[in-house]
């Protein structure tokens, strides 16, 4: 008879416990629920909602999407029913998914975010948040997280609301990432999240006109994995809290790779447009990656790249 | 008609013209489950996003797809042989709205610029009462369908922009002159082209009132499933998701 080997998959962030450490990111899975019938949820370790904001958000001027050679430029904007009309409309359907399920929370002022995460406490089925410090799509001066000293203090007024998982979602677009990821430790998060899109543009030469109807948006997919991987690999290194890593991870390799350097989740953002079932196709992935090296547990990969 | 995300077997793909090819792909499901004006998203290697194709028709357990080499998707789409497979979703979108009773009095008039024509020879096959076509291109190279529409029973009329077939002009002028010598509030009007063509229809029907007109617009698209938000266009009604709300959406909705 075949010896089963028992492998866990299971993580840890704080009191919430992932099945698996594959999550999808926000703004790539909407709600979840317009997914289904072509994902298996069960499969996913969490989903993050797409973020919302306090008021609804119509979005940035079209068009808003865009694929160069090797990545893909969005400047969505944030487009959300706002918290009202998700609390109504996407809520009740959120907390029936089979999977754990973290709330995006976006917003333009530190109290719009405190607002947002004060009514969400009332609410079940909310595995915990993401803040989203980072979205390059909303016209600031610069991102929350473009300041270390705000990141702090933002933290640290959510976290005193909160005992549920918070998580910090950060942007690339600084001097020294490390430095964000300090300020989200520092102020009592859960974990950070990274990374954000990077700013780009694309210009049409036919036209003459820059192809995203706002100019320039964030950009994402294969282009920039290497870029992440290495602030992943930074940030873990110089910080106790968890990190979950992404930013242009495709495939199983490309996941493990990431686990590799340090992160103790993993997000799929960009491969999820195209391929909305692909965090269920890498978690199989690990498990036979992981077989085949003879590791029994997910935590015992984490970190190990020989550097 | 759910959509579901399906490997098929690329059964033909023939060149039209210069850059415009009919790919068949082998689907049951596809086949018997696509509705005029829907679109299916299809994954081609080397690309990382999907990238949406309007049915074109379907016949028995083949859905045909009409398309032009546009970037570089469609441009590797175009190398793909006979036997290949293609990851794709579908059938997608909310398609023409066809009335139940089609009434004998009324006259359907389906507008084509372009490549425009792709989803307008399913509608057509699937419409009853008067149906007259009409074509526009830049020139004569690039009128497809004449024959086919005309052996599903349309009457069809060509427009070039050199004037080397039809008039010289646009599918929009052979609309106005088409509508000034009809009956007006007796026409159904579905048009597919350039965003700029479909206002410019906007702009003749105000002049002729129509019963209704639909148009199906197209933008680039992310995840085609309504969850990114990447595809809207503008309308009076706010943005609007091509893949969700439309693409094919009712004119004065939009303008």
């Given at each position: 008879m075949k010896k089963k080997v028992k492998i866990n998959l299971k993580v840890k962030l704080a009191v919430l416990t992932l099945d698996n450490p594959v999550v999808c990111a926000y703004g790539s899975f909407g709600f979840g629920e317009e997914l289904r019938g072509l994902v298996n949820f069960k499969n996913i370790g969490a989903i993050i909602t797409k973020t919302i904001t306090l008021l609804p958000r119509a979005g940035n001027p079209p068009p808003r999407i865009y694929e160069t050679g090797c990545g893909v430029m969005n400047s969505v904007g944030l487009e959300n029913p706002g918290l009202d009309g998700v609390i109504k409309e996407k809520l009740p359907l959120l907390q029936k998914l089979p999977t754990s399920c973290i709330v995006s929370v976006g917003g333009f002022t530190s109290e719009e975010y405190q607002g947002i995460v004060e009514e969400l406490e009332g609410k079940r089925g909310i595995d915990g948040y993401e803040i989203n410090l980072s979205c390059p799509n909303l016209r600031l001066k610069r991102m929350i997280s473009q300041s270390e000293a705000a990141t702090y203090k933002l933290t640290k007024a959510l976290r005193k609301l909160t005992k549920r998982p918070l998580f910090i979602k950060i942007s690339p677009e600084v001097t020294d990432i490390v430095k964000t990821a300090y300020a989200v430790e520092a102020g009592g998060a859960d974990a950070v999240s990274l990374v954000n899109t990077f700013l780009s543009m694309a210009i049409d030469i036919e036209t003459q006109k820059p192809f995203l109807g706002s100019i320039y948006g964030g950009y994402s997919g294969r282009a920039i994995k290497p870029l992440s991987l290495y602030r992943v690999w930074r940030v873990a290194q110089n910080i106790k809290i968890p990190v979950i890593g992404g930013g242009g991870i495709e495939s199983t390799s490309d996941a493990i790779e990431f686990i590799l350097a340090g992160a103790i989740a993993i997000s799929l953002g960009t491969v999820n447009l195209a391929f909305p079932n692909q965090a269920s196709q890498i978690v199989e992935g690990i498990k036979k990656y992981m077989k085949r090296e003879n590791i029994t547990d997910i935590n015992k990969l984490r970190g190990k790249v020989d550097a | 008609m759910k959509a579901k995300q399906l490997k098929v077997k690329v059964k033909d793909i023939k060149k039209v013209n210069d850059n415009i090819f009919l790919l068949s792909i082998s689907s049951a499901y596809l086949a018997s489950q696509s509705r005029p004006g829907q679109f299916l998203h299809f994954k081609i290697h080397s690309t990382i996003l999907r990238r949406p194709l309007s049915v074109h028709r379907v016949k028995g357990k083949e859905a045909h797809v009409l398309f032009k080499i546009r970037g570089k998707g469609t441009e590797i789409l175009s190398r793909y042989k006979k036997g290949e497979i293609l990851d794709v979703i579908g059938p997608l979108g909310n398609g023409f709205f066809?009335?139940?009773?089609?009434?004998?009095?009324?006259?359907?008039?389906?507008?084509?610029?372009?490549?425009?024509?792709?989803?307008?020879?399913?509608?057509?096959?699937?419409?009853?009462?008067?149906?007259?076509?009409?074509?526009?291109?830049?020139?004569?190279?690039?009128?497809?369908?004449?024959?086919?529409?005309?052996?599903?029973?349309?009457?069809?009329?060509?427009?070039?922009?050199?004037?080397?077939?039809g008039i010289k002009g646009t599918a929009t002028e052979l609309l106005r002159k088409t509508l000034m010598g009809s009956e007006a509030g007796k026409i159904?009007?579905?048009?597919?082209?350039?965003?700029?063509?479909?206002?410019?229809?906007?702009?003749?029907?105000?002049?002729?009132?129509?019963?209704?007109?639909?148009?199906?617009?197209?933008?680039?698209?992310?995840?085609?499933?309504?969850?990114c938000c990447g595809c809207t266009i503008e309308t009076k009604h706010g943005y609007k998701k091509v893949c969700k709300d439309g693409p094919v959406f009712n004119i004065k909705d939009v303008w």
């Amino acid at each position: 008879m075949k010896k089963k080997v028992k492998i866990n998959l299971k993580v840890k962030l704080a009191v919430l416990t992932l099945d698996n450490p594959v999550v999808c990111a926000y703004g790539s899975f909407g709600f979840g629920e317009e997914l289904r019938g072509l994902v298996n949820f069960k499969n996913i370790g969490a989903i993050i909602t797409k973020t919302i904001t306090l008021l609804p958000r119509a979005g940035n001027p079209p068009p808003r999407i865009y694929e160069t050679g090797c990545g893909v430029m969005n400047s969505v904007g944030l487009e959300n029913p706002g918290l009202d009309g998700v609390i109504k409309e996407k809520l009740p359907l959120l907390q029936k998914l089979p999977t754990s399920c973290i709330v995006s929370v976006g917003g333009f002022t530190s109290e719009e975010y405190q607002g947002i995460v004060e009514e969400l406490e009332g609410k079940r089925g909310i595995d915990g948040y993401e803040i989203n410090l980072s979205c390059p799509n909303l016209r600031l001066k610069r991102m929350i997280s473009q300041s270390e000293a705000a990141t702090y203090k933002l933290t640290k007024a959510l976290r005193k609301l909160t005992k549920r998982p918070l998580f910090i979602k950060i942007s690339p677009e600084v001097t020294d990432i490390v430095k964000t990821a300090y300020a989200v430790e520092a102020g009592g998060a859960d974990a950070v999240s990274l990374v954000n899109t990077f700013l780009s543009m694309a210009i049409d030469i036919e036209t003459q006109k820059p192809f995203l109807g706002s100019i320039y948006g964030g950009y994402s997919g294969r282009a920039i994995k290497p870029l992440s991987l290495y602030r992943v690999w930074r940030v873990a290194q110089n910080i106790k809290i968890p990190v979950i890593g992404g930013g242009g991870i495709e495939s199983t390799s490309d996941a493990i790779e990431f686990i590799l350097a340090g992160a103790i989740a993993i997000s799929l953002g960009t491969v999820n447009l195209a391929f909305p079932n692909q965090a269920s196709q890498i978690v199989e992935g690990i498990k036979k990656y992981m077989k085949r090296e003879n590791i029994t547990d997910i935590n015992k990969l984490r970190g190990k790249v020989d550097a | 008609m759910k959509a579901k995300q399906l490997k098929v077997k690329v059964k033909d793909i023939k060149k039209v013209n210069d850059n415009i090819f009919l790919l068949s792909i082998s689907s049951a499901y596809l086949a018997s489950q696509s509705r005029p004006g829907q679109f299916l998203h299809f994954k081609i290697h080397s690309t990382i996003l999907r990238r949406p194709l309007s049915v074109h028709r379907v016949k028995g357990k083949e859905a045909h797809v009409l398309f032009k080499i546009r970037g570089k998707g469609t441009e590797i789409l175009s190398r793909y042989k006979k036997g290949e497979i293609l990851d794709v979703i579908g059938p997608l979108g909310n398609g023409f709205f066809l009335k139940k009773a089609a009434a004998m009095e009324t006259t359907n008039i389906l507008v084509a610029g372009g490549i425009g024509v792709a989803p307008l020879m399913f509608l057509a096959e699937k419409l009853r009462g008067e149906k007259l076509v009409l074509l526009g291109a830049k020139t004569k190279k690039e009128i497809v369908c004449e024959l086919e529409f005309r052996r599903v029973g349309c009457k069809v009329s060509v427009a070039t922009e050199d004037g080397s077939k039809g008039i010289k002009g646009t599918a929009t002028e052979l609309l106005r002159k088409t509508l000034m010598g009809s009956e007006a509030g007796k026409i159904n009007i579905y048009a597919c082209g350039p965003q700029e063509m479909l206002s410019q229809i906007n702009n003749v029907i105000d002049s002729h009132p129509v019963l209704e007109c639909q148009v199906s617009f197209e933008q680039f698209m992310g995840c085609g499933l309504g969850v990114c938000c990447g595809c809207t266009i503008e309308t009076k009604h706010g943005y609007k998701k091509v893949c969700k709300d439309g693409p094919v959406f009712n004119i004065k909705d939009v303008w």
